[in-house]
């Protein structure tokens, strides 16, 4: 990636970056004033749509690029939560993940400075100046320290942190417009926190010394920080190599190569699940995870990272307990005690509310109803789709906040299970949620039968 033609403009000021909000409002209102000429007109208007959300979508990334931060961030979530968008919009937007511009070395060579307290060319044996890959908050460089080790060194963009307010505070007046309810304000505040850690690169350090600690073996691999060659804005970590999902679909893998990662990656989901650490990698976006030669999975980015409440992850596991069971009062109380429903929604939002999560709850459970599944079934692909297309129409900002990046890293786990077309055996997975079930007061050994 060259980065002689990249900008180092990242807009930091809440002026700036109003700015430009404004400068997409308004390209997005020209391009529906003018949809709207053409279906005055009688213009095909299915393919007028599909138009105008292609050309909205094309000049939202290209503004959210230049503002880089919480901006492009957001919109890049928004691509992975199928439904959430019409599908011209995830095209264009999930494009974020890999063509952002990157900084010039100038600037490069300054935030490690300004991080680490020296250049680069003082830190490590080799560095270099090109990035090997650029997202919303920063970009990754290849390096070698001076005891052989190969390195990937993550650069925070300038001002990333000192924007999260501003970026919030337009975000949220845009779904204002589109979602109902009290629950706006919670919701945000959970984005803000989880933002707020995702760029204090310290705690990210941290994320994968617990991950490296629990997961790093014969299935998975884990980087290690190096204490040493890290701050709040610059990260050093042990290099893992790889194939991203896209190259490895490209390589025509067997079937059984498909099976084998998607087991890996539905275990690893489990297991965070399971664990009495309630922690979990919320960022299952197919760019975090390599796909090895050895056959091992390397997990990667632990920006994201969500540890749960011990009574919501309880709770979440009898809800799992009463699908399975179809015990619809259970169901209900649970759906009551999680914040989906409650009293204060009128009723035809309460019914809307409580058929779609009988209808996602209901796809949800049913692998584990069969000791193998096939994520590559087209039946269950269409029903999953539909459910989030449901999802898209709901307004109302219901349920306890603690789901945004539970939902955000099961999203993303179905998406990559369908695409590798894998299948899994189910057997341990649901023996792991057993064992937490069986642990819980109230339920003594009850166990979940298929």
């Known amino acids: 990636m060259s980065t002689d033609d990249a900008s180092d403009d990242f807009p930091a000021s809440k002026l700036e970056r109003s700015g430009l909000f404004a400068k997409t409002g308004l390209k997005v ?3 529906y004033a003018q949809y709207l000429m053409d279906r005055a007109t009688g213009a095909e208007e299915e393919a007028r749509k599909r138009e105008l959300n292609a050309q909205n979508a094309r000049d939202l990334f ?8 919480t901006a492009l961030k957001l919109a890049q979530s928004m691509s992975m939560d199928t439904g959430l968008l019409p599908d011209e919009f995830m095209e264009v937007m ?19 400075r300004d991080g680490l307290g020296r ?38 963009y300038p001002n990333v942190r000192e924007t999260i307010e501003s970026d919030l505070s337009v975000a949220r007046t845009l779904f204002e417009r589109l979602i109902q309810g009290d629950g706006v304000d919670a919701h945000f505040e959970e984005v803000k926190a989880r ?36 701050a709040e ?18 390589a025509d893998p067997s079937p059984g190569e498909r099976d084998r990662f998607g087991q890996l990656l539905w275990d690893f989901l489990h297991e965070q699940v399971a664990g009495n650490a309630r922690t979990l990698h919320a960022d299952t976006h197919p760019g975090n995870f390599l796909f090895r030669d050895d056959r091992r999975l390397g997990v990667i980015d632990f920006g994201c990272v969500k540890t749960f409440p011990q009574q919501f992850r309880d709770d979440m596991l009898r809800l799992f307990r009463a699908r399975m069971a179809n015990d619809e009062d ?23 509310l409580r058929h779609f999560f009988d209808e996602y709850g209901s796809l949800i459970v049913e692998p584990y109803r069969q000791s193998s599944f096939d994520f590559g079934d087209p039946a269950f692909r269409d029903r999953l789709q539909d459910c989030f297309e449901q999802a898209s129409h709901l307004r109302a900002a219901t349920g306890s906040p603690h789901f945004i990046f539970l939902n955000k ?42």
């Open 29 to 31: 209102g020209k391009n």
């Open 62 to 69: 290209e503004e959210f690029t230049r503002l880089r931060g």
């Open 94 to 112: 999930a494009e974020a993940q890999y063509s952002v511009p990157p900084m010039n070395k100038a600037l490069v060579r300054k935030r490690i």
């Open 119 to 156: 250049f680069p060319e003082l830190l490590f044996d080799d560095f270099e100046p090109e990035a090997m890959a650029a997202a919303s908050l920063g970009q990754v460089h290849r390096a070698r320290l001076d005891d052989g080790r190969d390195v990937a060194v993550k650069v925070q």
């Open 195 to 230: 933002l707020q850690e995702e760029t204090d690169y310290l705690n990210e350090a941290q994320n994968i010394d617990h991950f490296a600690d629990q997961y790093d073996g014969e299935k998975l691999v884990v980087p290690r920080p190096v204490p040493d060659r890290t």
């Open 233 to 250: 804005t610059v990260l050093t970590m042990t290099h893992i190599d790889g194939q991203h999902l896209d190259a490895f679909l490209d």
């Open 330 to 352: 259970q169901i209900t109380d649970l759906l009551y005690t999680l914040d989906i429903l409650h009293d204060g929604l009128p009723a035809e939002t309460q019914e809307e």
């Open 409 to 450: 890293a099961l999203v993303g786990l179905l998406n990559l299970l369908t695409r590798l077309e894998a299948r899994v055996d189910t057997t341990e997975s649901l023996s792991l949620l057993n064992e937490s079930l069986e642990g819980l007061e109230g339920l003594g050994c009850a166990a979940v039968e298929r």
